[in-house]
């Protein structure tokens, strides 16, 4: 298996635009992971599905942040209108349950 | 907030001596314990875990120790390698889900 895929690896917007970043999970992986990256906080869970359903999205930041699972093999995160203070590297990750979790390389977004 | 932190921003060894990494958590539910280590520009990659019914995990140069008491784990590296060199982060999870909830993480450097 090629592991947890994410695009795009960098993505640069300017404030106000819609941003959307995608994961594609390990084949076979029940959960999926979405986290962000800050010097402040480390690694931020921002929500994770199971079976393709959202199980906590408590860690989204705002209204703004929203993702979708559509299917087992694929997710989306996006973000409506965009700020700078969005701008971080975000992580994608898959798991089996109680097994850790396979990180993608991560998109870093710069919103200016 | 943080349910998992790691108060050493840094950390400086000689190659060959011992690394110590520690990680304090809050939540006694937590119940499931890992350390990854990433390397600039890349994911995440698993490195250890340990299960609370276990007080120490051995893997090879890497050991983690857990004492539940005092909701404390450490990383040893024996003996460290200048490709130890990346930044470790210490992440638990509880029975209820399979969220993992990370540290800010540990740079850790060894000089050649």
């Known amino acids: 298996d090629a592991g947890v895929i994410q695009s795009p690896r960098h993505e640069v917007t300017e404030m106000g635009q819609e941003v959307t970043l995608r994961c594609k999970p390990i084949?076979?992986?029940?959960?999926l992971f979405w986290y962000r990256q800050t010097m402040m906080r480390g690694l931020e869970l921002l929500i994770y599905?199971?079976?393709?359903?959202?199980?906590?999205d408590s860690g989204m930041p705002e209204d703004r942040f929203s993702a979708k699972m559509p299917n087992a093999s694929f997710s989306t995160l996006k973000i409506q209108p965009s700020e700078p203070r969005d701008s971080a590297v975000y992580f994608c990750a898959s798991s089996f349950y109680n097994t850790e979790a396979f990180f993608g390389q991560g998109t870093r977004l710069t919103v200016v | 907030d943080q349910q998992v932190k790691q108060n050493s921003p840094s950390l400086s060894v000689q190659e060959g001596r011992i690394s110590i990494l520690n990680c304090d958590y809050t939540?006694?539910?937590?119940?499931?314990f890992l350390w990854y280590k990433k390397y600039p520009a890349e994911g995440p990659t698993f490195l250890i875990s340990i299960s609370s019914i276990k007080d120490k995990n051995e893997d090879g140069r890497f050991t983690v120790f857990l004492n539940k008491s005092a909701k404390h784990l450490s990383l040893h590296i024996v003996p460290s390698q200048p490709g130890d060199s990346a930044v470790y982060f210490c992440?638990?999870?509880?029975?209820?889900?399979?969220?993992?909830?990370f540290g800010t993480g540990t740079s850790l450097t060894v000089i050649p």
């Open positions: 084949s076979g992986h029940d959960y």
């Open positions: 992440a638990a999870s509880g029975r209820t889900g399979n969220q993992f909830y």
């Open positions: 599905f199971n079976n393709n359903v959202p199980i906590d």
């Open positions: 939540n006694s539910m937590f119940d499931y």
